[in-house]
């Protein structure tokens, strides 16, 4: 375990296979005496405690890394003294976060994108995960790294993880739990303290259940979009609407994403039509 400080003399661990990303970052802290931001073993950041191996090198940071080179939105190093390095593959990295309350679908949503099937599953996601894909945009690849995170924010320790280093950050929540948009305000809060001048985007999930709902439920329903949509209109966040059950927009919504993220002036001015939320098929630019 070491730092940029303690290159020439990196502090030697032994850590169970029992142990959890948690508590290897509380033990982290307590032996560098510092609060800890980040994790990167093998030159990539360390997101689950079985990326480790026997003999291997972690290197912590107590800061937010920098997001991105502005010319080539190539993540690299910040000192060419870290055991950090440059990615070799050719095209623009894009790192992305989907957040949100248990149960709004996100594993299911980022499974639809990444391998194209749907997870009818239910089993709460304990571990975070990151899954990568090579996409087409505006005919160039862009190599996307999506993190998919538990439905909890109660982890201050954990969710710091979760936000440093990204170039997007999805909040996601299901139709069915719109009384919890409470939870989609508090990770925007965590991640403006965190991140100057973030990209934010919000997804509400599962709008195929909107053809299933009762008169009574469609309007309670309806009433609490009005709010969110509002709500996202005048703080000009972007507002997306998918189903990973019937594979509606779920593709569309990650490109629309890595557009925004590469080139934002493009993205705003592709024609994205500010419409109703029940008559806009596809992302709404708001």
Same mark, same amino acid.
């Given at each position: 375990?070491?730092?940029?400080?303690?290159?020439?003399?990196?502090?030697?661990?032994?850590?169970?296979?029992?142990?959890?990303?948690?508590?290897?970052?509380?033990?982290?802290?307590?032996? *560098?005496?510092?609060?800890?931001? !980040?994790?990167?073993? @093998?030159? %990539?950041?360390?997101?689950?405690?079985?990326?480790?191996?026997?003999?291997?090198?972690?290197?912590?940071?107590?800061?937010?890394? +920098?997001?991105? @080179?502005?010319? +080539?939105?190539?993540?690299?190093?910040?000192? +060419?003294?870290? #055991?950090?390095?440059?990615?070799?593959?050719?095209?623009?990295?894009?790192?992305?976060?989907?957040?949100?309350?248990? !149960?709004?679908? =996100?594993?299911?949503?980022?499974?639809?994108?990444?391998?194209?099937?749907? =997870?009818?599953?239910?089993?709460? &996601? $304990?571990?975070?995960?990151?899954?990568? =894909? #090579?996409?087409?945009?505006?005919?160039?690849?862009?190599?996307?790294?999506?993190?998919?995170?538990?439905?909890?924010?109660?982890?201050?320790?954990? +969710?710091?993880?979760?936000?440093?280093?990204? @170039?997007?950050?999805?909040?996601? *929540?299901?139709?069915?739990? *719109?009384?919890?948009?409470?939870?989609?305000?508090?990770?925007?809060?965590?991640?403006?303290?965190?991140?100057?001048?973030?990209?934010?985007?919000?997804? *509400?999930?599962?709008?195929?259940?909107?053809?299933?709902?009762?008169?009574?439920?469609?309007? /309670?329903?309806?009433?609490?979009?009005?709010?969110?949509?509002?709500? #996202?209109?005048?703080?000009?966040?972007?507002? $997306?609407?998918?189903?990973?059950?019937? @594979?509606?927009?779920?593709? /569309?919504?990650?490109?629309?994403?890595?557009?925004? #993220?590469? /080139?934002?002036?493009? &993205? %705003?001015?592709?024609?994205?039509?500010?419409?109703?939320?029940?008559?806009?098929?596809?992302?709404?630019?708001?």
């Amino acid at each position: 375990l070491t730092t940029t400080e303690t290159l020439d003399r990196p502090h030697r661990l032994l850590v169970p296979h029992s142990a959890t990303l948690k508590s290897f970052i509380d033990l982290a802290e307590q032996v *560098l005496k510092m609060e800890v931001f !980040a994790l990167y073993v @093998n030159n %990539q950041r360390l997101t689950d405690i079985c990326q480790l191996r026997d003999g291997d090198t972690v290197f912590a940071t107590d800061v937010v890394p +920098s997001q991105h @080179n502005g010319s +080539s939105h190539r993540w690299h190093a910040d000192d +060419s003294k870290s #055991c950090l390095s440059e990615y070799a593959e050719p095209g623009a990295q894009l790192r992305a976060v989907v957040l949100g309350p248990e !149960a709004a679908g =996100k594993t299911s949503l980022i499974l639809r994108f990444m391998h194209g099937f749907f =997870k009818a599953s239910d089993a709460k &996601t $304990f571990v975070e995960s990151e899954y990568d =894909k #090579c996409v087409q945009v505006h005919g160039d690849n862009v190599y996307m790294s999506v993190l998919d995170t538990a439905g909890e924010l109660s982890d201050e320790k954990i +969710s710091k993880t979760w936000l440093a280093d990204r @170039n997007a950050y999805i909040l996601a *929540l299901g139709i069915d739990q *719109l009384d919890q948009w409470s939870t989609i305000l508090q990770y925007r809060k965590a991640i403006r303290q965190i991140v100057p001048r973030p990209l934010i985007f919000v997804l *509400l999930t599962k709008i195929d259940l909107l053809e299933r709902m009762d008169k009574s439920r469609f309007n /309670e329903t309806k009433r609490q979009l009005d709010k969110i949509e509002g709500y #996202c209109k005048d703080r000009r966040l972007y507002l $997306f609407k998918t189903s990973a059950k019937e @594979n509606k927009k779920v593709h /569309e919504m990650f490109i629309s994403v890595a557009s925004t #993220c590469l /080139e934002p002036d493009r &993205t %705003q001015k592709s024609g994205l039509s500010v419409e109703g939320f029940y008559k806009q098929p596809s992302a709404l630019k708001l």
